[in-house]
């Protein structure tokens, strides 16, 4: 995973580093990790940048749930700036401005990631802290690990022959989802999953129940999407595994949801490239804050619009419609997509459009633009997965430094509100 992956992915995830006393004088301390400190405040700023670049509702709940995961990221943090530390290792502030500007905020906005974060009222110095430490750790990893690091031609070899072999599972799915907001009224929602579960066994279809039930906040429904089967999590790979095209899985409990799966079909695909660079078009229809029969056919209705006619690659312009939406290009490779990227991108051709693809804030139709293949004088295939294999076990190295660091050092853990 490259550095700049990285960050995105743990978008806000860095306490500030914050002397003992002074912090056991102003704020309550969660943790002690060495001669440093993560307080209250860095729990509580690393939790806001969570949820806001998420999209998770900022309920106690919500919080209460998320806590113990962001204690632990912001430990490793810490262990990984002390490491840099005893290395020498120093991220100059022209470095780290650099890394932050080149970071995009969530959303089809084209503000800056400084501006978003402003406007949101969040903490700038918390995401200064995680980039600084994302960064030097990268320093250390490549000072450090680099020399246990060595690749065979032997692997490349094995490498080469099961890429000439391989090929991807692809499932197209679609879900009805109930959300189970606090333990009390578990048993209520458990009985509205069982109700759905006996219409849909009853012969009607998902979409045709979920009209029914979606105007609750607490039922959502996502219209058929492929994604790639090894990309899901294991308990849904073992629960579609017997699913033919067409049935239904019985209610699946999933943290605080139960989700009722329907497999639409299934193929293989070649694998993409990932040198392959695709032109996208991205259009991002508002959903409605209602969500009853009528506006959900109005959204219906707009997506059937845009899907049959979004415009040109050349214009943000697209056809007059009853809902506002968003226009935003961007240019992608395959090889920094994520997996439900690649699947959704990997099934269209130049000038396709996606099906549409429900997210909670808005109903997104992706738009293949242009589409670039690697040229002959790009580096050689087994070049290629030398550095692929190459990356890959400098991130096994960098695991394994983090384990020891986790395990040598003074860890004392006093729990977060």
Not at 46 to 57: V, Y
Not at 202 to 219: D, F, L, N, S, T
Not at 284 to 307: F, G, Y
Request: charge should be neutral.
């Amino acid at each position: 995973m490259n550095t700049l992956t990285r960050m995105i992915v743990v978008l806000g995830l860095l306490c500030s580093v914050v002397p003992l006393q002074a912090a056991a004088q102003s704020v309550g301390i969660v943790a002690v990790v060495g001669d440093d400190v993560i307080t209250t405040a860095d729990v509580g700023a690393r939790r806001d940048l969570i949820m806001a670049t998420s999209g998770i509702e900022p309920t106690p709940e919500n919080q209460e749930k998320i806590t113990p995961r962001i204690v632990q990221v912001l430990i490793d943090e810490m262990l990984e700036m002390q490491e840099a530390k005893r290395q020498s290792l120093e991220v100059p502030d022209d470095e780290l401005n650099k890394a932050i500007d080149a970071l995009a905020t969530r959303g089809d906005t084209k503000e800056s990631i400084r501006e978003f974060i402003k406007r949101r009222g969040l903490s700038m110095a918390s995401l200064e802290s995680q980039m600084r430490a994302q960064l030097a750790w990268t320093k250390v990893v490549q000072r450090k690990l680099r020399r246990n690091v060595t690749v065979t031609q032997e692997e490349v070899q094995r490498a080469q022959k099961a890429a000439a072999n391989s090929a991807e599972s692809q499932i197209r799915i679609q879900a009805l989802e109930v959300g189970i907001p606090n333990a009390a009224a578990e048993a209520k929602f458990v009985a509205l999953a069982e109700s759905m579960a006996t219409d849909l066994k009853g012969g009607a279809q998902m979409a045709e129940v979920a009209i029914r039930y979606v105007k609750q906040p607490e039922v959502k429904f996502s219209q058929p999407t492929w994604v790639p089967e090894q990309g899901l999590p294991p308990i849904l790979q073992q629960a579609l595994r017997n699913v033919k095209a067409g049935e239904y899985t019985p209610p699946l409990r999933a943290g605080n949801a139960i989700q009722i799966l329907q497999v639409v079909e299934r193929k293989t695909i070649a694998p993409l490239d990932g040198d392959t660079e695709y032109a996208i078009k991205q259009l991002a229809i508002e959903v409605p804050k209602k969500r009853d029969k009528a506006n959900l056919a109005k959204l219906s209705a707009v997506a059937a619009t845009l899907q049959a006619d979004y415009g040109s690659c050349d214009s943000e312009a697209i056809p007059k419609v009853e809902l506002p939406t968003a226009v935003n290009f961007t240019r992608l490779k395959v090889s920094v997509m994520s997996p439900q990227q690649r699947s959704i991108i990997g099934n269209l051709e130049v000038g396709d459009v996606s099906d549409p693809l429900m997210a909670p804030d808005a109903l997104r139709l992706v738009v293949v633009c242009e589409k670039t293949e690697p040229s002959a004088g790009n580096l050689p295939e087994a070049e290629g997965i030398r550095k692929q294999l190459f990356a890959d076990k400098m991130e096994l190295e960098a695991q394994k430094h983090l384990r020891n660091l986790r395990r040598d050092a003074y860890i004392d853990i006093k729990g977060a509100n």
